[in-house]
């Protein structure tokens, strides 16, 4: 039987296939530090459970395509303190932020069209994108810089008359950099210049540390038209697990046009909706402490790479990633090496190989995504471990 | 702005745009009989909250892109009752049937694709497919029939090179048809002859009146190769809110595929999959009780509609859904008549018109679908209200 070429196409994670060696690591009684995923640790928020606990209708029917009315309003709210204005029919509820950036795409984009996305990038934009047959062109940020974006004259050399879209997240997953307000001024005025829309992933907007100041796509009044804001609470209030996400944009046609996507497949689910209303009403004072949390582990990760010799590593920003470039052959080697032949006191890390966040060929291959979402002991032990590993490592580059 | 042309040539949904009319009549005061919408009024087995109020992880973390291995192992232990035999490998849960079926369609079929539906069909067929650039070719089958298939000669006319698949539900939204052993033999050859995919959309499987044989894809075995069986807790349990779906084949390679799908949304929600467990343990008594309910209601509205001069109707003898032929100039008009201009007693009766679930233009204008899911004492009073409003319609064609 054949399948389609799209879906024979489609890239498979990264992560996955190193993941039978991190089974047998663990099957042979080795601790693995899993820096690998983005699961925070975090606990979800009570408000989330209590709510739905509180459920009582005796039908569990489908409930509005749109989203629940309840919802909507509550990411309203939330939006506000940030100087973003939505009204009710400026806003979808979606499965995840997944769903949010595959609709989105469908919606400005048709077989053969081109998004713009700087790498490297979250691996799905890859995959959404290329399910339903349209073109991911990379705009290569490099560690040197701290994956910030090149000029805009370079980043025009992309651009054709089947771009529709410029896609990103800020902060951004993989490279934790929070690009400056002169930067989303930059793709701001592309986007006008070249008739495009801005897909702004901005799940990790409470996730910027050093007090830098945060711009959002929401902001930039003169190009709302073209704007989708894509959200979700699985970062946010660490709840990954409820798949609640969101679309918003001053573009009513537009959120009409992707209305027509979610009547498709009915509804989002009802509770995890309801305990959701609950999550966007989270005092500020938790992300404060989430987000002293996250800087304290930031800095663990960013001081012990920069005493590693070889690694270059400019200080992420945001997010609870950073991507290093190791003085390794081969980054994917060289993980599959930390979990098969090597251990400190019985213990070894696993990281992100950075080789499938490009689209270029041969880009990213002596990087690493790092993730911090371990606790400051365990970080700090898993640090000293990937330490002695590069020190070991048979094909080091140094 | 600009949207695709996937997403603007999308079809909205038949029955929304009448909706504004049911609110103003409402708004006026005037009762809605509802026999538009598929949404069950029976109740969700409390198993499903119980085992939800119970979840007590302090972290809402992502689940696997498959989906739980109790959820998996729970549905297989389901399918058994049914001579259908899967694997933990052979199974996929998805964001509710809608999902499982979008996923086969872009795993089966590239852009500008075939799959044959037989008409009329599910709205959403239509939706997804065009979503991702996928043709729907109809298959028309006609109420004088009862809606059961054409013969194999006529199915054969609309293969070419670009059919992929024939997607079909069994029992039959919008119709009620449930396809005879033969019938499905029928396809099951066409499938082999022409290489075809079958999509079996069987999420009313237990939905089978007058102790009638169902026969599933799923024990067709010559061609498990080639079966996706579409399945959800939506109808079964009357759970449509949970938005759990999954596929099951026995073409190990085409589950991989499809996983990768999955993996790219990363996972289904958490704690809906923990009540689905328990859902698919719902013992059998359950649908004998729901069933014999259902065959109560099916009775009434058939007999009541074989009352009515010029009505056109063979015994739905599936789903909850009937399509009957009016004796009216225009369904659509009929409908929108009767909830603007008419009542009985302050009542009146919203229908859902077929035109939207047929492909072929012109098709269906006088044909609507009326689902029962009312209970037994205004099911006939919505049939009485219908039956007067067929009297009095100044378009009637009798």
Chains 1, 2 share one sequence.
């Not at 002293?292 to 200080?315: F, M, S």
Request: charged share 25%.
């Amino acid at each position: 039987m054949n399948f389609s070429r799209r879906v024979t196409e489609m890239q498979e994670s990264p992560i996955r296939k190193l993941v039978p060696f991190a089974q047998a690591a663990k099957a042979n009684g080795k601790h693995v530090y899993h820096l690998n995923i983005g699961q925070p640790d975090i606990e979800t928020p009570t408000s989330f459970m209590d709510s739905i606990r509180n459920f009582d209708e005796k039908v569990l029917a489908y409930s509005l395509s749109q989203g629940m009315p309840e919802l909507i309003d509550s990411i309203i709210q939330y939006y506000k303190k940030y100087d973003m204005h939505y009204e009710q029919d400026e806003i979808l509820i979606t499965n995840g932020g997944s769903e949010a950036l595959l609709f989105s795409i469908i919606a400005v984009a048709d077989a053969g069209d081109e998004v713009l996305v700087p790498e490297p990038f979250y691996t799905n934009y890859n995959g959404f994108s290329s399910a339903v047959d349209v073109n991911v062109a990379p705009i290569t940020c490099k560690a040197e810089e701290g994956f910030h974006l090149p000029s805009k004259a370079f980043i025009e050399e992309s651009i054709n008359p089947k771009t529709k879209a410029i896609i990103l997240s800020n902060p951004g997953n993989p490279t934790g950099v929070v690009y400056t307000k002169e930067e989303i001024q930059i793709l701001a005025d592309l986007a006008k210049e070249y008739n495009l829309y801005i897909i702004a992933d901005e799940v990790y907007r409470e996730f910027v540390y050093d007090g830098l100041d945060y711009t959002s796509f929401g902001n930039i009044k003169e190009i709302e038209d073209r704007v989708i804001i894509v959200d979700s609470v699985s970062k946010r209030y660490s709840a990954c697990g409820a798949r609640i996400g969101s679309i918003a944009s001053k573009n009513k046609e537009l959120i009409k046009q992707i209305l027509k996507l979610c009547q498709g497949r009915l509804c989002v689910p009802t509770l995890e909706q309801v305990g959701s209303v609950e999550l966007y009403k989270t005092p500020d004072s938790y992300f404060k402490e989430v987000n002293a949390e996250y800087q304290k582990r930031r800095d663990i990760v960013y001081t012990a790479l920069n005493e590693i010799p070889g690694v270059l590593c400019k200080k992420p920003t945001g997010a609870f990633y950073v991507v290093a470039k190791l003085p390794v052959d081969n980054a994917e080697k060289f993980v599959t090496w930390m979990l098969k032949d090597f251990d400190v006191d019985g213990a070894t890390v696993m990281l992100a190989p950075a080789e499938g966040f490009y689209a270029t060929p041969g880009l990213g291959k002596d990087e690493a995504r790092i993730a911090y979402i371990l606790n400051e002991d365990d970080l700090k032990k898993a640090m000293y471990t990937l330490k002695i590993a590069l020190e070991n490592y048979p094909n080091k580059t140094l």
